[in-house]
């Protein structure tokens, strides 16, 4: 072989590492889709098997998954299918550890199938009514509006630290009941004296405008 | 043609196939109404009502099951009678087409042509390009909502270097595509004409924080202090209720 020979097949070598090593990089912009697609494709028993790896992202993906396997299996009329796997759910929500799976199972899977199933919305009002990740269930709970929704988001607001409180007020303002606007007011009376200087690395100035500008597109009846 | 030469070019055409540049393969043809692709998705058309586009980020199919902006989409058309579509930024020649061919039906029927704009990350930029080009265009009376998620306005440079993580990406070779991205272009609101613009950001994902400001540059300010943004690419899926509220409430007010 020659050295000319060998020095082209070296630069084709690198060129082909170079060029196969750039997907490894995250191309979808933390996007989880890409990684759910696959899950989905093989199976609900894959995905449950997915919710005992020791790994975070996988068990968050397998939520994600199992939450679009069970939308889909709603939008064919297996509402058995819908309603097991919402059953799954909620059961690993009770022992999973890691913030980010639960807030998936809360925000968005239960939110996607739990319209028509009363048993979900029992359980965000219990995870509203116990403090476990209230923001999140009062958001999944403003959207599929069970019965005792606004009082459940009024007594998490008026126990809860400022930093919380305006997560629920957003909720409260999703919610769009009209008995929102003496809360809201209430509220903003107090930002001055009670409320912290930041909120999410936001200065009192700016969450007061946020909370202001909620205040102002309230529905009022 | 040498082994080298062969190498180098095989180099480019994997780097091209390879780095996320999808505009060179993005079609930009409008497609039936109701039938999603990867480009763009047209839920629905009317002569009357609100306009509405949506921009995913940058690397997401509008026809992905997953993807937020095309539930809060969906939700939209279910209670909105209108015209509602969802575009790639990549297909933004396809959404200006659009906006065209929706004006025109309204000003042949006298409607009001009004429009509300969502963008999500680079998709945000795209977003707040169409409002200029909608308005001197004279394709539109009114936007009553710009909502933006994540919004990239200036420093995408250093976004792209500093915390990317598909720095090869080769779109940073076309200057002409960055333009489209940048929201430096939009307008600042009003209050009349363009009324309202709300911009969510992350911070951490188990919150929910709506944010609303002027421009998107507070943004990346916060970006840059923490360094990455958790669940940015997820955060139109967690909001995706709120900002059908905002769009909703926007055509309200009116």
Sequence with gaps: ?221 | MCFRCFGSALLWVLLLAASGCTALATPNYLPPVGEPQAHAYILEESATGPIVVLFPGRSAPTNDPNLGILRTAEVLADRIAGSIAVFNVHAYDAAHEWLQRQSELRRESGAPRRLALVGHSWGAGAAGRLLEQGFADDLIDEVTTLVTIDGIEEGYLWVFFGHMPSVFSLEILFPHRLCVLSLTEAPTPDGQRFREHINYYQIDSPHLSGYIIPTATQNHEVWFDCGSELGHGNLDNYICYLVVEDVLRAQEAK
């Design chain 1, 1 to 221: 072989m020659n050295a000319r020979y060998r020095q082209s097949i070296q630069t084709l070598a690198i060129s082909m590492m170079i060029a196969f090593s750039i997907p490894a990089c995250r191309m979808y912009e933390w996007r989880d889709e890409p990684n759910i697609r696959p899950v989905v494709a093989e199976g609900r028993d894959a995905a449950v098997e997915n919710l005992t790896s020791i790994w975070d992202d996988d068990r968050t993906i397998a939520c994600r998954a199992l939450g679009q396997l069970a939308a889909t299996a709603l939008e064919r009329g297996d509402v058995g299918e819908s309603r097991h796997i919402a059953n799954i759910l909620m059961a690993h929500f009770e022992h999973e550890a890691s913030h980010q799976v639960r807030s998936v199972i809360l925000a968005l899977a239960l939110r996607d199938i739990g319209q028509d199933n009363d048993t979900v919305k029992t359980f965000l009002l219990a995870r509203l009514a116990a403090d476990q990740l209230p923001a999140a269930a009062a958001y999944t709970l403003a959207v599929l509006r069970p019965p005792g929704t606004f009082e459940a988001i009024h007594a998490a607001v008026l126990r809860s630290e400022p930093e919380r409180r305006y997560e629920l007020l957003q909720a409260m303002w999703l919610l769009g009941d009209p008995r929102a606007v003496p809360v809201f007011r209430d509220q903003l009376r107090t930002i001055d004296r009670d409320w912290p200087s930041h909120i999410h690395n936001m200065d009192k100035h700016q969450y007061r405008k946020v909370l202001l500008a909620r205040q102002q597109s309230l529905r009022r009846e």
